[in-house]
């Protein structure tokens, strides 16, 4: 496995990048990437009651506030001297995953999901900002059933089935429109199934969060899934995509698929039985509630160079240490 520290570009060193949600899961991995690629970032969201970054505390700066208030945004830009963003704010109530948020509570998931992007994007245009990546996902893609041919790209038609999907396919129309319109750089990346340390919520990937915290730690564990491929990313490989994103010199697509590695759930218990043999974890099949399509992140790599570091060996070895 090459390391993170081998591919990392430099061309960020000293910029100051504004991280909205960068308190967050995926948004604090993005920060260490940005703090090792030699930048400044620049915090902004609401507090949270842990604290991922304490062992960097001191290569960032802090803004608080809520992407829904536009004077936040500004304050935060004028202070911050940001000449580039990263959102990766999304609509979450309590430790419920982000699609069971949005079924939760619509209203607030179009308001922070929808608009908050919005008032960021103007925001971002009246500041000049360089460039601003956020973060969709793949769940903008209907059921898999729906489609013929796999794996998809940019060009399938998307048919969201969950008020999450919704918000991340209007919200892909709006960073559209916003580069249409102002001709704004506005990068979109699709986020498959994250999976990684930090991960605070019980979304989709909490059973897998499970099994590999029962390898670890010896405890027998059943995990009941269906065993379709899907699409599967380590953390730390979002912060390199990001990274990728925003040192890429010349002119980006909108919206991209991002592709970390395929399994099944099978695959996923084996390879944690090959690196802990007396590790008690059994699979029990059960039918899909919800299955997307397999995606192609083909273009991204071809415009930027993106490839994901963790195959599944080596993001099994990251889940067991």
Request: with cysteine; aromatic share 6%; glycine share 10%.
């Amino acid at each position: 496995m090459t390391s993170h520290s081998e591919v990392l570009p430099r061309e960020l060193a000293g910029e100051r990048i504004l991280v909205v949600g960068g308190r967050g899961f995926v948004g604090s991995h993005i920060v260490r990437a940005l703090a090792a690629a030699g930048a400044r970032p620049q915090l902004f969201g609401p507090p949270m009651a842990e604290d991922r970054l304490a062992d960097i505390s001191g290569a960032f700066d802090e803004y608080e506030g809520s992407i829904e208030s536009r004077n936040s945004l500004r304050d935060a830009l004028l202070a911050s001297e940001a000449q580039a963003i990263v959102s990766c704010a999304a609509h979450g109530v309590g430790r419920l995953g982000l699609m069971k948020s949005g079924e939760t509570d619509a209203d607030a998931a179009m308001e922070i999901n929808v608009m908050g992007l919005h008032k960021l994007l103007d925001s971002a245009r009246a500041a000049n900002v360089r460039r601003v990546v956020w973060t969709s996902s793949t769940v903008v893609y209907g059921s898999s059933a729906s489609y013929a041919s796999q794996p998809v790209d940019e060009q399938a038609p998307l048919a969201p089935t969950t008020v999450y999907g919704l918000t991340k396919s209007l919200a892909e129309e709006v960073a559209a429109y916003y580069a249409r319109r102002h001709g704004m750089s506005v990068v979109g990346l699709r986020l498959p199934l994250i999976l990684g340390p930090g991960l605070w919520y019980a979304g989709a990937a909490a059973g897998l969060v499970q099994l590999y915290e029962a390898a670890r730690t010896g405890t027998p564990y059943c995990l009941n899934s269906h065993d379709e491929m899907i699409d599967l990313m380590h953390v730390s490989d979002v912060g390199l995509a990001v990274l990728r994103a925003l040192q890429q010199g010349g002119q980006l697509g909108h919206i991209y698929n991002l592709e970390g590695f395929k399994a099944c759930a099978s695959d996923l218990v084996a390879a944690v039985n090959r690196q802990r043999p007396r590790a008690q974890i059994v699979l029990e099949l059960a039918a899909p509630s919800m299955l997307f399509p397999l995606v192609s992140g083909a273009k991204f790599h071809d415009d930027t160079g993106f490839e994901a570091i963790y195959d599944l060996s080596a993001f099994t070895r990251a889940m067991l240490a």
